[in-house]
């Protein structure tokens, strides 16, 4: 079935600095890609939307300056927390959908923790 | 936009007894329709779907219902067991391309009893 590759699985990182996740899909082509953010005991929550070789679409209260999406292959897509603060600590998880259709494939998200 | 309401938030039962959690969504769009079970920490693991030409999905002891005039569908577990418990989301989306955004509900803690 379809994969998607997440890194880092968890991070710490003082406030103040910047954090990449990358998410990769093994063996399809993913041309859109999903972002959420899941607090303790809460659902997950879209952040934006990625699309290769275009901007993100984000959505409503999220700031794009602060969480910068990069998807510059059909295969990769990254999400960088910018100066970083605690109250970004956070499980941050995307997603995709093949082309071919299916189901949606997560992958196995960042426990993002600011110090 | 759109919008996904889950309940209850949380569902107790005893082993054996069946479960049921309702979800209503607002986008009449919307046309694929997930249930998830995640661990804590853990990724969603896709349970059962059921697209909107379908009425009704059965996996074993997992159901799935739609009713699209009134835009809810259930998931119902039979039989119970204590490993049946985690946390349980549903989920909308539309298009049946690979471009639909994914709209979750606020979850289900469904916790069964020995």
């Known amino acids: 079935g379809a994969v998607v590759s997440q890194h880092p699985s968890w991070v710490i990182c003082k406030s103040g600095t910047s954090v990449k996740i990358e998410c990769r899909s093994l063996d399809f082509q993913a041309t859109t890609m999903f972002w959420y953010r899941q607090f303790p005991k809460q659902s997950l929550m879209l952040m934006a939307t990625s699309n290769e070789g275009s901007k993100a679409t984000y959505e409503q209260g999220v700031e794009k300056d602060k969480f910068l999406i990069n998807h510059a292959s059909l295969t990769l897509s990254t999400l960088t927390v910018t100066s970083a603060h605690p109250e970004d600590s956070s499980f941050y998880i995307c997603?995709?959908?093949?082309?071919?259709?299916?189901?949606?494939?997560f992958g196995s998200g960042t426990r993002l923790t600011v110090v | 936009g759109e919008n996904v309401e889950q309940h209850p938030s949380t569902l107790s039962v005893q082993e054996g007894d069946s479960a049921v959690i309702k979800c209503t969504y607002s986008d009449s769009a919307s046309n694929y329709f997930p249930w998830y079970k995640q661990e804590l920490g853990k990724r969603p693991q896709l349970i059962i779907d059921i697209r909107s030409n379908v009425g009704e999905k059965k996996d074993q002891r997992i159901a799935v219902t739609l009713n699209k005039t009134a835009k809810h569908f259930s998931l119902h577990i039979t039989e119970t067991q204590p490993e049946d418990s985690a946390v349980y989301f549903c989920a909308a989306s539309r298009g049946s391309s690979n471009t639909g955004k994914l709209i979750f509900g606020q979850g289900t803690t469904l916790q069964v009893k020995p």
């Open positions: 997603s995709a959908r093949p082309i071919a259709g299916g189901g949606y494939t």
